[in-house]
């Protein structure tokens, strides 16, 4: 049994060996303390508050696994890859992964070797992981993204109701529950549900008060984000909507001489996406234009912008990205471009996005249909998607078909993989059978034995153009002959560049027109009014900023942050500004466009600019040396 004392003092070793710091920041300690007396603990932390260091170190002190229950694969992934950078012994569950990779992770649990091991909540009914993980020591369990617990929110999972069972079964092992958005409501709701007993409540303010959010509405997005860049040499996010939005963005930046400047989304091959991610952490003033794919489970101190080119669905989503800036406690900004007609759009979008009833069990019954997947049935095969055949037979949008599938991905009936990666390949006939095949087939899968150690034992992963450099073949050649191999059924392969889909839980049709249709509608209900709050956040001009996200929040008696762009045109208004005078300062020093003006007045309005700029032209004070950029008339 491990003393008080010497506690203490494995807490600041394993702090200092594992992350380099000497001391904890906030109430981390405090956390951590209470997670090691065996308390059942609940921690609202704003993003960038350091949540999964409070589960992450007390698994490394205390005996067994700590098992992390996470809402996201793309977040699982992102913090079993930093733990092991950082030498932590962790690992993940997840339906991509065969048996053989899932049976040697349950091993090492079972062994004591991993410390962590996170898991999706849908996998807390899964008959083999029940098995499993009573044979493994759980220190404790820690629940990441707690709000998916609450019926209020848009990110709704319904088997986060399954964690009380389960720990009471673990005899009521100790609960660390975690988010860094919940509303009042949605914290009382994490408390009941998940059955937290006399729980120490952890909970500090949202403010930063060193984040500036300026609120930009604005017809020329391109043009501002470019105008921000010029003057920028640190490292920053610049958050768009579509993937193919992030390739144009860069690419019109890097047209302008922006070099400092990168793409990234969730449908980059995993190499590439490490690659990006790995430059963008070391780097002082790398910039990413990324979908929201990117951020999470990411520790960096010195970013000092996020820019939403368009705004976040939800007042919860928004709060987390621009959390991500900052984080060293300096000044830094959140810029907010927007126009009505974009609002519109979105608006119409999002409408678009959801099917009626009949749409739904259409899309899900063709799903079950085109792979020949009876009621109750359940095929262990990974199949390839065939998307545009879904809609050509649904008569629906892509849209709603993705909008449908994500749905099914996210309550586990099945695996949906849309993202680039590395291709599968499993042997279904024994080496031995090889001579009773043609002379072609045996000659090419021998190749492949050759080739890939294992393929005789598991599935194996696989990319087809490192393939064709090793037997000095076409990867179009390779890709067809493996699936005339699968034909004749000596193989399975699942080409990594499309979709593909594994069921995960036999087929219920009448589930599906009751109680998943009705959960599904409420999920989209939930999505539309997140977004008629974000919306009101985006357009109003009255309230400070920081205000209205504190107040959403539930904090009581909040003040105005003073630096927002709300803040700074209302003390202009009260205690007056005079902008012209700091604009003929600005253009003493050199001749500039709007613009420019602009960013070197902190970021303030161009509209204002521009009305002060006439003034200044019709008083002869100043003058245009061309048609954009703007001089000190000395002659006047």
Same mark, same amino acid.
Not at 289 to 296: E, R, Y
């Given at each position: 049994?491990?003393? &008080?004392?010497?506690?203490?003092?494995? %807490?600041?070793?394993?702090?200092? #060996?594992? +992350?380099?710091?000497?001391?904890?920041?906030?109430?981390?300690?405090?956390?951590?303390?209470?997670?090691?007396?065996?308390?059942?603990?609940?921690?609202?932390?704003?993003?960038?508050?350091?949540?999964?260091? !409070?589960?992450?170190?007390?698994?490394?002190?205390?005996?067994?696994?700590?098992?992390? @229950?996470?809402?996201?694969?793309?977040?699982?992934?992102?913090?079993?890859?930093?733990?092991?950078?950082?030498? @932590?012994?962790?690992?993940? *569950?997840?339906?991509?992964?065969?048996?053989?990779?899932?049976?040697?992770?349950?091993?090492?649990? %079972?062994?004591?070797?991993?410390?962590? *091991?996170?898991?999706?909540?849908?996998?807390?009914?899964?008959?083999?992981?029940?098995?499993?993980?009573?044979?493994?020591?759980?220190?404790?369990?820690?629940?990441?993204?707690? #709000?998916?617990?609450?019926?209020?929110?848009?990110?709704?999972?319904?088997?986060?109701?399954?964690?009380?069972?389960?720990? =009471?079964?673990?005899?009521?092992?100790?609960?660390?529950?975690?988010?860094?958005?919940?509303? &009042? /409501?949605?914290? =009382?709701?994490?408390?009941?549900?998940?059955?937290?007993?006399?729980?120490?409540?952890?909970?500090?303010?949202?403010?930063?008060?060193?984040?500036?959010?300026?609120?930009?509405?604005?017809?020329?997005?391109?043009?501002?984000?470019?105008?921000?860049?010029?003057?920028?040499?640190?490292?920053?996010?610049?958050?768009?909507?579509?993937?193919?939005?992030?390739?144009?963005?860069?690419?019109?930046?890097?047209?302008?001489?922006?070099?400092?400047?990168?793409?990234?989304?969730?449908?980059?091959?995993?190499? =590439?996406?490490?690659?990006?991610?790995?430059?963008?952490?070391?780097?002082?003033?790398?910039?990413?234009?990324?979908?929201?794919?990117?951020?999470?489970?990411?520790?960096?101190?010195?970013?000092?912008?996020?820019?939403?080119?368009?705004?976040?669905?939800?007042?919860?989503?928004?709060?987390?990205?621009?959390?991500?800036?900052?984080?060293?406690?300096?000044?830094?900004?959140?810029?907010?471009? +927007?126009?009505?007609?974009?609002?519109?759009?979105?608006?119409?979008?999002?409408?678009?996005?959801?099917?009626?009833?009949?749409?739904?069990?259409?899309?899900?019954?063709?799903?079950?249909?085109?792979?020949?997947?009876?009621?109750?049935?359940?095929?262990?095969?990974?199949?390839?998607? &065939?998307?545009?055949?879904?809609?050509?037979?649904?008569?629906?949008?892509?849209? %709603?078909?993705?909008?449908?599938?994500?749905?099914? $991905?996210?309550?586990?009936?099945?695996?949906?993989?849309?993202?680039?990666?590395?291709?599968?390949?499993?042997?279904?006939?024994?080496?031995?059978?090889?001579?009773?095949?043609?002379?072609?087939?045996?000659?090419?899968?021998?190749?492949?034995?050759?080739?890939?150690?294992?393929?005789?034992? $598991?599935?194996?992963?696989?990319?087809? /153009?490192?393939?064709?450099?090793?037997?000095?073949?076409?990867?179009?050649?390779?890709?067809?002959?493996?699936?005339?191999?699968?034909?004749?059924?000596?193989?399975?392969?699942?080409?990594?560049?499309?979709?593909?889909?594994?069921?995960?839980? &036999?087929?219920?049709?009448? $589930?599906?027109?009751?109680?998943?249709?009705?959960?599904?509608?409420?999920?989209?209900?939930?999505?539309?009014? /997140?977004?008629?709050?974000?919306?009101?956040?985006?357009?109003?001009?009255?309230? !400070?900023?920081?205000? *209205?996200?504190?107040?959403?929040?539930?904090?009581?008696?909040?003040?105005? !942050?003073?630096?927002?762009?709300? !803040?700074?045109?209302?003390?202009?208004?009260?205690?007056?500004?005079?902008?012209?005078?700091?604009?003929?300062?600005?253009?003493?020093?050199?001749?500039?466009?709007?613009?420019?003006?602009?960013?070197?007045l902190n970021y303030y309005e161009k509209e204002n600019i521009l009305e002060n700029l006439i003034y200044l032209l019709d008083s002869g004070k100043v003058k245009m040396l061309n048609f954009r950029t703007y001089a000190v008339n000395h002659e006047s």
């Amino acid at each position: 049994m491990i003393s &008080p004392q010497d506690f203490h003092q494995l %807490k600041f070793q394993t702090l200092k #060996h594992f +992350w380099g710091y000497e001391t904890f920041r906030d109430s981390q300690e405090e956390i951590i303390n209470s997670l090691i007396e065996g308390k059942d603990t609940l921690v609202l932390l704003p993003t960038g508050g350091g949540k999964s260091l !409070c589960y992450q170190l007390p698994a490394l002190i205390l005996e067994g696994t700590c098992l992390v @229950i996470s809402p996201l694969l793309a977040l699982m992934k992102d913090q079993v890859y930093q733990l092991k950078i950082n030498g @932590i012994e962790a690992e993940y *569950l997840s339906s991509e992964l065969d048996e053989f990779d899932a049976e040697s992770i349950f091993n090492r649990c %079972k062994n004591g070797l991993t410390k962590l *091991l996170y898991i999706s909540p849908e996998r807390l009914t899964n008959r083999i992981f029940l098995q499993k993980i009573e044979e493994i020591q759980i220190s404790f369990l820690a629940v990441d993204e707690a #709000h998916c617990i609450s019926e209020w929110g848009q990110d709704f999972r319904p088997s986060y109701q399954n964690i009380k069972q389960f720990r =009471e079964n673990l005899k009521n092992i100790p609960v660390l529950a975690l988010t860094a958005t919940a509303t &009042p /409501k949605v914290l =009382e709701e994490i408390q009941l549900k998940l059955n937290l007993k006399n729980a120490k409540i952890f909970q500090r303010s949202f403010r930063r008060t060193n984040i500036k959010i300026i609120a930009d509405k604005i017809a020329d997005k391109y043009e501002r984000v470019l105008n921000i860049m010029k003057y920028n040499n640190s490292s920053g996010i610049i958050y768009v909507r579509s993937r193919k939005e992030t390739e144009e963005l860069t690419k019109f930046l890097q047209r302008n001489q922006i070099q400092n400047v990168d793409f990234f989304h969730a449908g980059l091959p995993l190499k =590439e996406k490490n690659a990006k991610q790995k430059l963008w952490i070391q780097s002082q003033n790398n910039v990413l234009v990324s979908t929201n794919a990117f951020g999470m489970g990411i520790d960096k101190d010195q970013v000092r912008f996020v820019i939403h080119f368009s705004p976040a669905q939800s007042l919860e989503n928004y709060y987390q990205e621009i959390g991500r800036a900052g984080r060293d406690g300096l000044e830094s900004y959140a810029f907010l471009l +927007w126009n009505e007609q974009e609002l519109t759009n979105f608006d119409q979008i999002l409408r678009n996005q959801i099917p009626s009833k009949a749409e739904f069990l259409k899309i899900v019954s063709y799903l079950y249909s085109t792979f020949q997947i009876a009621e109750n049935d359940l095929p262990e095969n990974v199949f390839q998607l &065939p998307i545009q055949r879904i809609q050509n037979f649904t008569k629906t949008s892509l849209a %709603k078909i993705r909008n449908v599938l994500n749905f099914l $991905h996210n309550q586990e009936f099945i695996f949906f993989n849309s993202n680039q990666s590395l291709s599968s390949l499993e042997l279904k006939i024994s080496p031995d059978e090889l001579d009773l095949l043609s002379q072609n087939d045996s000659y090419f899968i021998e190749l492949l034995l050759r080739s890939f150690s294992g393929f005789t034992t $598991h599935k194996i992963m696989f990319s087809e /153009k490192t393939l064709s450099n090793k037997i000095d073949s076409d990867p179009h050649l390779i890709k067809e002959r493996l699936k005339e191999l699968q034909r004749k059924g000596y193989l399975e392969y699942i080409d990594g560049a499309l979709s593909s889909v594994k069921f995960l839980k &036999p087929r219920e049709d009448r $589930h599906f027109n009751g109680k998943y249709w009705n959960l599904f509608e409420q999920i989209q209900k939930n999505k539309l009014q /997140k977004w008629e709050e974000m919306k009101f956040f985006v357009e109003d001009s009255d309230f !400070c900023k920081m205000k *209205l996200i504190l107040s959403y929040f539930g904090e009581k008696d909040v003040k105005n !942050c003073g630096k927002c762009s709300v !803040c700074e045109k209302q003390k202009e208004s009260i205690f007056g500004r005079n902008i012209s005078a700091e604009i003929i300062e600005t253009l003493q020093q050199k001749p500039s466009n709007v613009e420019e003006i602009a960013i070197k007045l902190n970021y303030y309005e161009k509209e204002n600019i521009l009305e002060n700029l006439i003034y200044l032209l019709d008083s002869g004070k100043v003058k245009m040396l061309n048609f954009r950029t703007y001089a000190v008339n000395h002659e006047s």
